[in-house]
């Protein structure tokens, strides 16, 4: 009888198997080639062998041996690394007020060879700029208050994430609403299929649908700042080399998605940068507001407010960074129709965005010659006092529009659509009446609609008006609702004499020192005739 020998199992091959490792021993795409990972003394290492049966073997049985002994590393606890600080010399008072540095001792162990060369005077500078990266200007425990809470990183977040929604919306009433959807008995019926249990919904899926976009937004990009610095890090440990070291790895970051070898280059790495710094700033801003007693690292925060190290790069179009001269404005005039004479002297005269032009008749009085329109962005209050020549063009657009209604939009398209819909029809039609400009002048106006809002701005500062800064606040509509309780059913002499600065500038009749279209002084040759008119 003969006896037949059983044939061994082939091993299955990680690049065409549908399990990603086999034996520990995965597939390298790009080198073509087997791979296997594990970790020697904390770090990553990793060796390459051929894609062949021989070097597939060689593989399976160089793991095995890996496995076979594997490195077992043991943490020595807070007692051991505190009695070694204090062996090398660290004052015990420095070690209580920053439990941190225990903590990194135990990670990482102090050269005892290293430290001894150093002067006892010296060593926590050292220390700092050594082991903890800190310049020696920020120096241990010193924070804004010493005493004062310790935050974390991932509750700055959670904190200004809560505030952002609680201005647009109740948070308790979301809340109650998730935990009664939470507390329904289940009511599906059964099926033959297993039945995956019911998920609980949180309270941030009943907020507005902008609202909750913004939310899930911002914590998906301020994660990475929580993965990069630790997100139970404290904030008196947020210090500046810490930004600074954010900054530079996000940069190389978008170096990095920018490159075309990447499988969706980005279009805009700056505006990528500072979505990532803007999630950070406000942050942090809004949550120092709150908790300034905190102990916040000193130093961090500029004269502003916001974090200075973290800055942001200008992303805006070039047009929308000039400011429209009083000729330019004089051209658009020209050339506009009715509604189109009275949309851009209310844009003017009101700081009014393209946004901003779904405001309905009921927003404007006659009588009183006022605007009482609040920002859609904020729904902050803004009762802005109108010019004569804004009253008048209003006015005439009223006697031809086709629709008076007080719940009706101001202005239309000709198809009787708004101007702000699912396009932006205001910058189509701007871009229109500038080609009917460049036809009749030869001169092309390089500002952009939204340019209106921020050329009052400067006309109201140059003309010296009173309170200028909380005048250009009113206007723009950043300005809190307890910022107007003083001025309830009266307006404020500097925000007419604001108005009245752009009034003079733009909707009069040209002075003898105005400059004509398509000739822009420089700043110098500016400033020597706003003197000579001063």
Known sequence: MATHSRRKKPIPDPATGKNRYIHGVGFHKASNQYRIQWTEDGKARSEYFLRTVDGLRR?????????AKPTVFMRESPETARDRLLDLGIPEEILDANPSIVEAEQRDRINPEWWQDIPTSKRPEAMLRHVFRRSPVERLGETENSDGRRLTVRQVGELYREWYVSERCDIQDLRRHAHNDNTKPDTRKPSKRKAHPRRNRIWIQ????????????????????????????????????????????????????????????????DLWINKRFDAVQKAFRRVRKEYSSAAWAKGLFGIDGNLAILEKRNTAPVGSQVQVTPAEFRAMLLVADVQWNALLKLALNCALKNSDMRIPWSAIDFDRCIMNYPRPKNKRPRKTPLAPETIIALGKWRKHSPNTATDQPI??????????????????????????????????IEATFQSLRKSGGPTIIKAKVENAELAIQFLLGHAPAKAWRHYVGIQPQFLEDAVEAIRCRYLLKPGPYDTPLGRRRSDSKRKGRESELD
Request: proline share 5%.
């Open 411 to 444: 202005f239309r398209t000709s198809h009787g659509n708004p101007w702000i819909g699912s396009t932006d029809s205001i910058a189509k039609h701007w871009d229109h009446l500038r080609k009917k400009v460049k036809e009749q002048t030869g001169d092309w």
């Open 59 to 67: 593989a399976i049985e160089r793991r095995a041996a890996i496995d």
């Open 206 to 269: 009943y907020a507005p649908r902008r609202v909750r976009l913004s939310w899930s937004e911002h914590k998906q990009v301020y994660s990475e700042f929580e993965k990069f610095c630790g997100a139970d890090t404290t904030i008196d440990l947020v210090t500046g080399d810490l930004l600074r070291d954010f900054s530079r790895h996000v940069k190389i970051q978008a170096t990095r998605k920018a490159s075309p070898r990447s499988k969706r280059p980005l279009t805009n790495p």
